[in-house]
């Protein structure tokens, strides 16, 4: 069964699997021990540490390993706020960087300080200029990630870190999607990854912190990991991380050519194969093994439980697969289709023929889902149109409203308007992708009395 969700979790690479079964038998001990259970335990550390750090572009007494990919994010932001909290307390993080960062900038906020979120275009990239405009005297710590995790678009880390160095401003970079594929560019003061991102074990993160950098770890600390990720390491993971990242460097332009191909074609035939679907995300600058769709008029829930029956595992970043009906913060910063949405992510190794049978499979999983929730097929104008209509799609999800929308259209004359009453968050962002997609005018939304009201003007 083909698994195409690599950016959730790689698969342990073979390398990590013989580290950490015989680190097993060699790093159980207490490496801060002097005898020599300890002294091959502390070893094995220092060689893992050396060749995590190598990767990173860092100093080995500049990087620590932590608990996760998260719990570095949070040490990062928290160590950096609390060390430059003369300078201020202000935070700087683009609009798609990875919920960790997000929910440090919601605590941040409940304690008193402030953040600024820098908008994206819509390939999900930020601009360098405006990420720069968001600094202030008092910002204390700017975040950005250097690949998104749920569109692939690579950000332009370098050029966001020579302005934050102009402003005095220290740049913590998220590198858990591409740290596998490469070091991070640029002049920047923090970096996190988590290892199960390339292929390492789960429950291993590393975090950087350059000298001069100043920085003051928050909560109890003790002697371990420069008083930075305190608790007794896991050694046999550590050792299986770094082994890990130095072999998927060692494998990465290989792959980064085959993958990018792989995904290139899957880029070209979702949109000759399936109608009405929007690829989104940056074509060029983006990570080499991952690719975004957006199908209309698709439950994206449904949607991957028919690849999942089918055999191939896949991700999603739509409201419908999310427990709160929210769609991902990501797309919505883009302001791009969120329903139906498909995220394939491919993990090292994937073959031609397997992304083959995914092209193959997609068509009648998608037709048939949409077929399920009556989707409208083409069809001629109501011989008899009408200046404007209502729908009422109040208490319905994802793509309803939008499904709804489409099936009357054509029911009011050019020129005219079709009002969506809805209650579900995604039509503020499916509405208006549906109507670029299919050339029509988005009007704007408008209060109601129970939910929003969202005029669309017919123009063909």
């Known amino acids: 069964m083909p698994y195409f969700d690599a950016a959730s979790s790689a698969p342990l690479h073979p390398v990590a699997r013989q580290a950490l079964l015989a680190s097993l038998d060699e790093g159980w001990a ?52 609390s060390g430059r909290r003369r300078v201020g307390r202000h935070l700087v993080f683009s609009a798609v960087e990875h919920s960790s960062v997000l929910h440090a900038a919601a605590a941040l906020e409940a304690a008193g300080g402030s953040s600024t979120e820098v908008p994206v275009d819509r390939t999900g990239a930020v601009d360098p200029a405006v990420f720069g405009q968001a600094l202030r005297a008092d910002t ?85 990991e420069s008083g930075r990720a305190p608790g007794f390491q896991n050694i046999p993971a550590i050792v299986a991380a770094a082994a890990s990242l130095r072999a998927v460097r060692a494998e990465a332009a290989a792959e980064d050519a085959r993958l990018r191909a792989l995904v290139d074609r899957i880029r070209t035939a979702v949109g000759s194969r399936v109608p009405d679907v929007e690829v989104v995300g940056d074509p060029v600058r983006r990570l080499p093994h991952l690719v975004t769709f957006s199908c209309l008029y698709v439950d994206g829930e449904t949607l991957l439980h028919g690849l999942d029956r089918a055999g191939f595992s896949v991700s999603s970043g739509s409201s419908c697969t999310s427990s709160t009906l929210t769609p991902s913060h990501v797309l919505t910063a883009m302001g791009v289709l969120s329903e139906g949405n498909v995220r394939v992510s491919l993990p090292a190794g994937t073959t031609e023929e397997e992304v083959d049978g995914f092209l193959d499979v997609l068509p009648g999983v998608v037709a048939g889902v949409r077929e399920r929730l009556g989707a409208p097929a083409p069809a001629a ?47 503020r962002l499916d509405i208006p992708a549906w109507c670029a997609m299919r050339a029509q005018e988005y009007v704007g939304e408008e209060p109601a009395d129970r939910g929003t009201a969202y005029v669309v003007r017919r123009l063909l």
Do not use: M
């Open 30 to 81: 207490d490496p801060a021990r002097l005898y020599r259970e300890g002294r091959r335990a502390a070893l094995l550390l220092d060689a893992a540490r050396e060749a995590a750090a190598e990767a990173v572009g860092c100093r080995p007494d500049e990087l620590v390993f932590t608990s996760s990919g998260t719990r570095a994010v949070h040490a990062a932001i928290a160590g950096t706020l």
């Open 140 to 224: 204390a710590l700017a975040c950005l990630q250097s690949a998104n995790h749920e569109v692939g678009t690579e950000q332009p880390v370098a050029a966001a870190a020579e302005r934050c160095a102009d402003a005095g401003v220290p740049l913590l970079v998220d590198a858990a999607q591409s740290l596998g594929w490469g070091p991070v560019p640029g002049r920047w003061s923090l970096l996190t990854a988590s290892a199960h991102k390339w292929g390492g074990p789960a429950g291993v993160g590393l975090l950087a912190v350059r000298k001069g950098v100043r920085f003051a770890p928050q909560g109890p600390s003790d002697e371990r």
């Open 381 to 427: 104008p109501s011989p008899a149109p009408v200046p404007s209509l209502v729908v009422d799609a109040l208490g319905r999800r994802c793509p309803v409203p939008v499904i709804e929308l489409a099936k009357v259209i054509g029911g009011v004359p050019v020129g005219g308007t079709v009002t969506v009453l809805s209650d579900d968050e995604a039509a």
